[in-house]
C-alpha cells in the first residue's frame, strides 16, 4: 500500500513537474533519508519514472498510471482539499468500503481489526464533514466519488503488483483491501502461483475437491487472502464472478446442492460479490421456479435440464 509519504510525494509531483530528493523532502517535510526510500517504493511500483542529470543527480516526475491519473481527478474535482494531510493507507483501505453504507463493525471484520481502528482511520474525513452517517452505518458523500476511484485503484494496483510479481499474466477479477480473485493465461503462472504461499486454487478448478470435476477451458482461477480458509461459499461466489453464463450457474448450483451450502451464510458471503439477487434465485429455482426472470441477472437451467445434470454427477 502506498504511504503516507508516498502520497506526500504523488501529491507534489501530480501537476506533472520534476523534482530531486532535496525539493521533495523541503516540500514535504520528510527526511531526505526517508523520501529516498519512499522514492524507490514509488519508481519500482510504476508510478514514478527517474531521470540522471550531471553529477548523478536525480529527479522524477509521476508515470502515466492509473493511480495518479486517480489522484489528479480527485485534486483537480476537490481541489480545496489537503489530501495528502488527510490520507493514509489506513484511510484508504477503509473507504473503499464507502461506496454504499456500512457498518464500522462490518468493516473491521473484514479488514481484520478493531472497531477503534475504523474509526481512527476515518477520524481526519469525519472532521471534515466528508462522511454521510446512516444511522449507525457510514459511506462517503456522493461529491466524493474521485475519494472512492482513488481508494480503488491503490488497492487494485496493490494486489495487481503482488500478483505480478509472480505471474506475469495475471489480470484481476476482483479484490477488495485483504482478497483478490485473479486469473492467469499461462500454465507457466498457473505453476507459479500453485508453488506460492497464500494463493488457492478456486472457482471451477476448485470443485474436484468436493469430488465434482469439469472440464477446464484454460487455466484456473486463484484466490489471495492470507490466514483465510477459503470456504465453499467463496468458491461458488468466485464462479459466478467469473462467468455468469448459465452453465457456470449451472455448476454452482450443483455444488450448493452437492454440499447443502446454507442459503443465509452463503448470501452473506455474496453480499460482497453484488450476488445476492442471483443467489436467492439459485436457491429459489428448484424449490418454486423463477417466475419474474426479468429481475434476475443470470440465466437459471429449467428443472429437467438440473436434474439432469444432478443425476450426471450423481448428487442426491
Known amino acids: 500500500m502506498i504511504s503516507k509519504a508516498g502520497i506526500a510525494v504523488i501529491d507534489a509531483l501530480s501537476t506533472g513537474r520534476e523534482a530531486t530528493p532535496v525539493d521533495l523532502a523541503t516540500e514535504t517535510g520528510y527526511s531526505q533519508t526517508h523520501i529516498y526510500e519512499v522514492l524507490d517504493d514509488l519508481l519500482d511500483a510504476g508510478l514514478l519514472i527517474e531521470r540522471r542529470r550531471p553529477n548523478n543527480q536525480r529527479k522524477v516526475r509521476v508515470a502515466d498510471h492509473p493511480v495518479i491519473e486517480a489522484y489528479r481527478t480527485l485534486q483537480s474535482k476537490l481541489n480545496h482539499v489537503e489530501w495528502a494531510d488527510l490520507l493514509s493507507p489506513a484511510a484508504l483501505k477503509v473507504c473503499w468500503f464507502l461506496d454504499e453504507p456500512r457498518r464500522v463493525s462490518e468493516i473491521a471484520k473484514r479488514l481484520g481489526i478493531t472497531r477503534q481502528g475504523v474509526h481512527k482511520a476515518l477520524s481526519p474525513l469525519k472532521n471534515r464533514a466528508m462522511l454521510s452517517p446512516s444511522g449507525p452505518d457510514y459511506a462517503v458523500s456522493e461529491d466524493l466519488a474521485p475519494l472512492l476511484a482513488f481508494a480503488q485503484a491503490v488497492v487494485t494496483h496493490e494486489h495487481r503488483s503482488r500478483a505480478r510479481d509472480i505471474a506475469p499474466s495475471a489480470t484481476i477479477e476482483w479484490c477488495d483491501p485483504k482478497r483478490t480473485l485473479v ?106 421456479g423463477v417466475e419474474d426472470s426479468d429481475e434476475i441477472p443470470v440465466v437459471l437451467p429449467s428443472e429437467s435440464e438440473f436434474m439432469a445434470l444432478k443425476e450426471q454427477y450423481g448428487v442426491v
Do not use: K, N
Open 183 to 288: 486469473r492467469v493465461q499461462t500454465t507457466e503462472d498457473t505453476d507459479a502461483l500453485l508453488d506460492a504461499p497464500d494463493w488457492q486454487v478456486t472457482g471451477l478448478g476448485r470443485f474436484e475437491d468436493y469430488g465434482l470435476q469439469f472440464f477446464l477451458a484454460g487455466e484456473p482461477a486463484f484466490w489471495y487472502a492470507p490466514d483465510e480458509e477459503l470456504t465453499p461459499g467463496e468458491v461458488v461466489c468466485h464462479t459466478l464472478a467469473l462467468d455468469s453464463g448459465s452453465r457456470r450457474v449451472s455448476y454452482a448450483m450443483l455444488l450448493i446442492e452437492a454440499l447443502d451450502i446454507d442459503q443465509e451464510t452463503l448470501t452473506e458471503t455474496a453480499t460482497w460479490y453484488d450476488l445476492e439477487t442471483t443467489v436467492a434465485a439459485m436457491y429459489q429455482a428448484p424449490q418454486e
